[in-house]
C-alpha cells in the first residue's frame, strides 16, 4: 500500500521562525489534506490540498503531485502553532480512506 | 454550523466489556469514516460509510464494527475490550468520502483497564 513520510519528526523554534514541514507519499493520490492536533486530540483541518498552493494567514501549502510530496510552511511561528502536523492521503484507487503520516511534533518556545 | 460531535468524550471500560461510540457528522454530509489513534501505531483507519453502506474496511479484527443510519449519524462498536484497545478514537465526516476533505471530531478517549 502506499507510504506516507512526514520529516522533520519533531522541531523546536523559537517564536517568531519559520518552518517547512514536508510530506512525501510512495504512490499516486487524488486526495491530500494537512492537519494540525490539538493538545486534546482534535484534528484541525488546515488545507485540503491534493494539488497546487494555498495559503491561510501564516500558513502555506504546496502539493506537486507529479513529484509526490506536499510542503507546509509556517511563518513567524507562535507559541500556539506547537502541536502535532499531520498528512494524510487518499489514494486514486477509490478506497475512500485516509493514510496518515506519522506526523511532525513541532514545539515553539516563547 | 455545527461540526462533527462524537460522544462520550471519555470512557474507562474493563476488560471483556463492549463500548459504543457515536459520531453525528456535519448536516449534508454523508460520509462518515472512523479512525483509530494509538501511541504505537500512529492513526489508522477503521470502516468508511456512505448512505448507511459499509464501503471500506481497514485491517482490524471482527471486534470491532460499525453501522449509520439513515440520519448519517454513525455508531462503532467495539466487543471483548482488550487492553490494546486503549486509543483515541476519531471521527471524520465528508460530503462524500474524500473528495472534499474531511472534517474531524473531538475525538473519544477510551481507557481499558
Known amino acids: 500500500g502506499i507510504q506516507v513520510e512526514q520529516s522533520p519528526p519533531d522541531l523546536i523554534l523559537q517564536e517568531g521562525a519559520n518552518s517547512t514541514l514536508r510530506c512525501n507519499f510512495s504512490d499516486s493520490v487524488n486526495n491530500l489534506q494537512w492537519f494540525h492536533q490539538n493538545p486534546w486530540g482534535q484534528l484541525i483541518n488546515l488545507f485540503y490540498?491534493?494539488?497546487g498552493t494555498k495559503q491561510n494567514g501564516r500558513l502555506s501549502a504546496t502539493t506537486v503531485a507529479t513529484e509526490r510530496y506536499s510542503l507546509l510552511y509556517i511563518s513567524s511561528s507562535q507559541t500556539t502553532d506547537s502541536g502535532v502536523y499531520f498528512c494524510?492521503?487518499?489514494?486514486?484507487?477509490?478506497?475512500?480512506?485516509?493514510?496518515f503520516g506519522t506526523g511532525t511534533r513541532l514545539k515553539v518556545l516563547a | 454550523k455545527a461540526g462533527v460531535t462524537q460522544t462520550p468524550r471519555y470512557l474507562i471500560k474493563t476488560r471483556g466489556q463492549q463500548v459504543t461510540l457515536s459520531c453525528s457528522p456535519i448536516?449534508?454530509?454523508?460520509?462518515v469514516s472512523w479512525y483509530q489513534q494509538t501511541p504505537g501505531q500512529g492513526l489508522q483507519f477503521l470502516f468508511e460509510?456512505?448512505?448507511?453502506?459499509?464501503?471500506n474496511k481497514g485491517n482490524f479484527p471482527g471486534r470491532f464494527s460499525g453501522r449509520q443510519f439513515s440520519n448519517s449519524r454513525s455508531e462503532m462498536n467495539v466487543s471483548t475490550l482488550e487492553l490494546g484497545d486503549s486509543a483515541l478514537y476519531l471521527c471524520?465526516?465528508?460530503?462524500?468520502?474524500?473528495?472534499?476533505?474531511?472534517?474531524f471530531g473531538s475525538g473519544t478517549r477510551l481507557t481499558v483497564v
Open positions: 494524510a492521503v487518499g489514494t486514486t484507487s477509490g478506497t475512500y480512506k485516509y493514510i
Open positions: 471524520a465526516s465528508s460530503l462524500g468520502g474524500g473528495s472534499y476533505g474531511y472534517t
Open positions: 448536516s449534508g454530509h454523508r460520509s
Open positions: 490540498i491534493p494539488s
Open positions: 460509510y456512505f448512505s448507511e453502506t459499509q464501503r
